[in-house]
């Protein structure tokens, strides 16, 4: 279902350009407007989709099937060293367009644009409190 003011259900629907790189009845791929580096692309699902929260498992299916082939085509183009793919859900991990996407960043470099950057805690949490943590999550599934 197109929403009217997605940015990207118009972008799926002709009304705004894009550089289209794949679709198929389910999925749209297109670089994105502002290439973190060379080849930038967004995978969306063409059903508007807000987040991995309310993603359905078909619409899921879907989008994750494209990837590898996807991935594969812009990594026998740009040559790159690696491919980071992220996915920013919720304004605090910086999502700023409200359906759904995934960035496959190609990477040349560590200055090349991207800089995805953690601190590892790896003595923090014993075994015991990791199992504890697993099984707060795990429950939950459903
Ligand atoms: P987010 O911050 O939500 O994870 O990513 C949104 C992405 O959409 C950004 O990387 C941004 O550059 C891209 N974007 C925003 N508007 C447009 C547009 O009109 N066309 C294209 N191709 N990309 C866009
Ligand atoms: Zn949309």
Same mark, same amino acid.
């Given at each position: ?14 009304? !705004? ?10 999925? *749209? ?17 063409? %059903?508007?989709?807000?987040?991995? *929260? ?15 082939? !996807? ?36 990477? *040349? ?9 953690? %601190? ?16 707060? %999550?795990?429950?939950? %599934?459903?």
């Amino acid at each position: 279902m197109k929403h009217d003011d997605c940015l990207f259900c118009k972008i799926i629907a002709g009304e !705004i350009p894009s550089a289209k790189v794949y679709e198929d009845e389910n999925v *749209y791929a297109f670089l994105d407007i502002s290439q973190v580096t060379t080849g930038h692309t967004l995978v969306i699902p063409k %059903i508007h989709t807000v987040d991995i *929260y309310e993603m359905d498992e078909n619409v899921a299916s879907n989008i994750f099937t494209s990837v590898p082939k !996807i991935a594969r085509a812009m990594k026998t183009t740009f040559k790159p060293a690696g491919l980071n793919i992220l996915n920013n859900n919720e304004v605090a991990a910086g999502q700023s367009v409200f359906h759904f996407h995934l960035h496959l960043i190609p990477r *040349y470099n560590k200055d090349d644009g991207f800089n995805a950057k953690w %601190i590892t805690r790896n003595d923090e949490f014993s075994q015991e409190e990791l199992q504890d943590m697993a099984n707060n %999550i795990a429950k939950e %599934i459903e």
